[in-house]
């Protein structure tokens, strides 16, 4: 079965543009997670989508959002780009709503912000 | 003072050594318990997941979770240089919710 993939793999992006990076989930799972990882604020919950509705958000400024299509592939957007959103954008999918105990995580997208 | 706090490391060992990974909390709520490994360039890897407190066992792996002291351990045995990696702990307050707190993750080298 196939892995999270996620695209691009890496990005480079200039102050006040905005990104969109795009997560398709494993096969059969219907819900996507995506996370910011920087070395100064580790891991951090963005939000998820399951069944094309955004269930949680984490404590992220509105310029971060995202979308679920109907075959549970997931894009997220970050507009205004600031330096400070330099990271690695992880997204995870698994097959329920929530299932910390069952998410994978694809390699993530690396966004650097000049 | 970060929800999570979790050592970072960098740790060193030699093949073969028992390693022992900590973090500890400051939020009583935190009922599951989750231990990932993430190599260079990937992407974190779910090791263990753990409810409340007590231990668990797979393999070479021993997660231990001590809920009165808000602290969670996470033992190798038997370690290998394929177990070199950044290993991250999290946890959240219910079981539908991936609003997850991770830890800073500790690098851990083991040497052959």
């Known amino acids: 079965k196939a892995g999270v993939t996620q695209t691009p793999r890496y990005l480079i992006k200039t102050r006040g543009q905005q990104v969109t990076l795009s997560c398709s989930p494993i096969s059969g799972h219907r819900s996507v997670s995506w996370y910011q990882q920087t070395p100064g604020q580790g891991l951090q919950f963005l939000f998820e989508y399951f069944s094309e509705t955004q269930r949680n958000k984490g404590n992220f400024p509105g310029r971060f959002s995202g979308r679920q299509f109907s075959n549970s592939r997931s894009e997220m957007n970050v507009s205004t780009l600031e330096l400070g959103d330099s990271a690695l954008y992880l997204c995870?999918?698994?097959?329920?709503?929530?299932?910390?105990?069952?998410?994978?995580f694809g390699p993530g997208t690396r966004l650097t912000v000049t | 003072q970060k929800e999570v706090e979790q050592d970072p490391g960098p740790l060193s060992v030699p093949e073969g050594a028992i390693v022992s990974l900590n973090c500890t909390y400051s939020?009583?709520?935190?009922?599951?318990f989750m231990w990932y490994r993430q190599y260079s360039r990937k992407g974190p890897e779910l090791l263990m997941y753990t409810y409340s407190s007590g231990n668990k066992e797979d393999g070479r792996f021993t997660a231990q979770v001590d809920k009165s002291s808000k602290y969670i351990s996470l033992f190798i045995r038997d370690s290998q240089p394929s177990d070199s990696a950044t290993y991250l702990c999290?946890?959240?307050?219910?079981?539908?919710?991936?609003?997850?707190?991770f830890g800073a993750g500790t690098r851990l080298t083991v040497k052959p």
């Open positions: 999290a946890m959240t307050m219910l079981y539908n919710n991936n609003d997850m707190r």
């Open positions: 995870a999918s698994s097959s329920t709503s929530g299932g910390a105990n069952e998410q994978y």
């Open positions: 939020n009583s709520a935190f009922q599951y």
